[in-house]
């Protein structure tokens, strides 16, 4: 199983990130999102829901866009 988080870029273009295995909830899907995409570190373990969308905002993401789709392989 793998999933499709899709998401919009501050600037207003479209983005998406291939995660493996399932991602059940937008929170986990912004950590997993900042981790795929290298973003700044940030203990993701102990980082709060507005470090998270700090870290996304600042790399062009738009914490409030991402759509999850399952991804049966």
Do not use: F
Request: charged share 20%; no cysteine.
């Amino acid at each position: 199983m793998q999933t499709l988080i899709k998401y919009k870029m501050l600037n207003g273009g479209d983005g998406e990130a291939l995660i493996a295995g399932v991602v059940s909830n937008v929170t986990q899907a912004k950590h997993e999102l900042a981790h795929a995409k290298s973003l700044p570190s940030v203990n993701a373990a102990n980082a709060s829901a507005d470090e998270i969308d700090d870290r996304l905002r600042q790399s062009g993401i738009d914490p409030n866009s991402l759509t999850l789709v399952s991804i049966s392989e």
